[in-house]
């Protein structure tokens, strides 16, 4: 049976669904950009791709804060003023790709096959203020030192949902445990999550909520994000 609870105490919640994710089951959760399907064992990463229809060539992001990112991702200096100016200064989400440290603690009981559906090319993406939710879980994953893995709770490339009712049954009954939060705050009708940019070369990955911001931020830095062709 699932377990579906309302957001009224985030931090005893995050403590809930982390030990269902401790357990090897899956959990759907709201984020202010999207709703997420998140896992961490191969169990459960499979049941998410499985659950999506999602290619095995797209890899699960991961939760982070600030503090994580420079513990694990390896990326020039000078470009964390960018980071720090989009996440803190203009509080808008985002997610990072970029190496990373596959020896960090974080990573200890990892599956490797996990690990590796969870990269790409030696790369990591780490989202990254996505709100109330994200922010508590990703404290205590990193209490626990257990990674938070995972995308939109939506069959691929269908668009992400902001209402736990819209999202799709196949992906809806594969959850062990549902956090109903409301609307997302970054509801949009072109069906965007968060804007994944790779910090080697400036390309936009993806094009998600706040772009536009994000956009101009970088180019206070004398950067031009190199969009996709999507």
């Known amino acids: 049976m699932i377990n579906r609870l309302f957001a009224d105490d985030v931090k005893e919640q995050s403590r809930q669904v982390l030990e269902v ?22 169990k459960s990463i499979e049941t998410i791709f499985k659950c999506k229809n999602r290619s095995f060539d797209k890899p699960s992001g991961m939760f982070s804060n600030y503090e994580l990112l420079k513990d694990i991702q390896v990326i020039a200096s000078w470009k964390h003023d960018i980071i720090k100016a989009v996440i803190f200064d203009n509080d808008l989400p ?21 690990l590796k559906n969870s990269t790409k090319i030696g790369t990591l993406d780490m989202l990254l203020n996505a709100g109330e939710f994200h ?46 939060g409301g609307t997302s705050k970054y509801k949009n009708e072109k069906g965007r999550s968060s804007t994944i940019i790779d910090f080697g070369n400036f390309e936009t990955i993806r094009i998600g909520v706040c ?10 830095f004398g950067v031009d994000l190199v969009e996709d062709k999507d």
């Open 135 to 180: 922010n508590e879980m990703t404290k205590q994953s990193m209490e626990l030192e257990m990674p938070v893995l995972g995308s939109s709770a939506n069959t691929s490339l269908t668009g992400s949902k902001y209402n736990l009712d819209d999202i799709d049954p196949p992906v809806f009954g594969a959850a062990d445990i549902l956090i109903d």
């Open 94 to 114: 985002m997610s990072t790709v970029a190496p990373f440290k596959p020896d960090h603690p974080m990573f200890r009981n990892v599956d490797s096959w996990v």
């Open 21 to 42: 994710i401790k357990q090897e089951g899956v959990a759907i959760i709201p984020l202010d950009v999207a709703y997420a399907i998140v896992g961490n064992s191969k």
């Open 211 to 220: 772009y536009d911001k994000i956009r101009t931020i970088f180019s206070k």
